[in-house]
């Protein structure tokens, strides 16, 4: 593994076993700070599987997972949300029958001080609460264009822009490393190149990392500084877009061998 300038995450030697098949094979990377790292590689390449051991779905078989130098390896994912570890899904995991605005807040539940009780008695620090967290909701709204729907249920919005409100729900909650399961997926072209300008906004203005699962390559190569290609649970390419979608292998991986 080339070494990373501050890293934010770091994966080293991570292995995956599951009802005794090997899912992941001995996989390290870093991600540096304010950088975008995509995972790309074929259908079953355990892609979903390292994402679901970054954010403390699965615990690795073997091998070590930091965040900012900590050690997360055995940790709960609510665990490593405290430690600065946010993520949307491949699925939509919204409440449809909420706001925008509500749905955003709900990502800074890992954070709150106010339980329910104090908030049935609506003690006066709650409520305060309450109105803090709306502001710094709008805010996040309004950074990825979503202020003008604020009070719109989300089953009213197109898929493009419900994607947009689960990374404002992600952003709540104060990240250091944002992850993105897919999230070009079922997109148009025009949401697409949308998505891309939202994606390189929000890491700028939030200095954010960001490790992303994604197929559309052309997402990939025009967001990310560095590449990490896998194939049946083991790494065979990593450095800068443009020189891993000339790699051999990755080209073996994606098209077969050649006749």
């Not at 790292?37 to 930091?66: D, E, H």
């Amino acid at each position: 593994m080339d070494p990373v300038m501050d890293p934010v995450l770091e994966v080293q030697g991570v292995s995956l076993s599951l009802g005794g098949l090997t899912i992941l094979d001995d996989l390290s990377f870093a991600v540096g700070r304010g950088e975008v790292c995509a995972l790309i590689g074929p259908n079953g390449a355990g892609k979903t599987s390292l994402f679901n051991c970054v954010s403390g779905v699965y615990r690795p078989s073997a091998g070590r997972i930091s965040i900012a130098g900590h050690d997360v390896t055995g940790l709960k994912p609510h665990e490593r949300a405290r430690r600065g570890v946010a993520r949307t899904f491949q699925n939509l995991g919204l409440f449809p029958s909420l706001s925008v605005r509500a749905n955003a807040m709900a990502g800074a539940h890992t954070r709150l001080h106010a339980r329910l009780l104090p908030e049935m008695l609506a003690a006066p620090w709650a409520r305060a609460e309450e109105r803090a967290l709306q502001e710094e909701a709008d805010l996040v709204l309004d950074a990825l264009d979503l202020g003008a729907v604020a009070d719109t249920a989300v089953t009213a919005l197109p898929f493009g822009t419900q994607k947009r409100v689960e990374i404002a729900r992600a952003l709540m909650a104060r990240p250091a490393l944002l992850m993105l399961d897919e999230p070009a997926n079922g997109l148009s072209d025009g949401e697409v190149d949308e998505l891309a300008h939202v994606v390189r906004g929000i890491r700028d203005r939030y200095d954010l990392s960001i490790l992303l699962v994604e197929h559309h390559i052309g997402f990939v190569t025009g967001l990310s500084q560095h590449v990490v290609v896998m194939d049946v649970g083991r790494q065979i390419a990593a450095g800068t877009p443009a020189a891993v979608t000339t790699d051999p292998n990755v080209v073996r991986a994606y098209l077969g061998d050649p006749l």
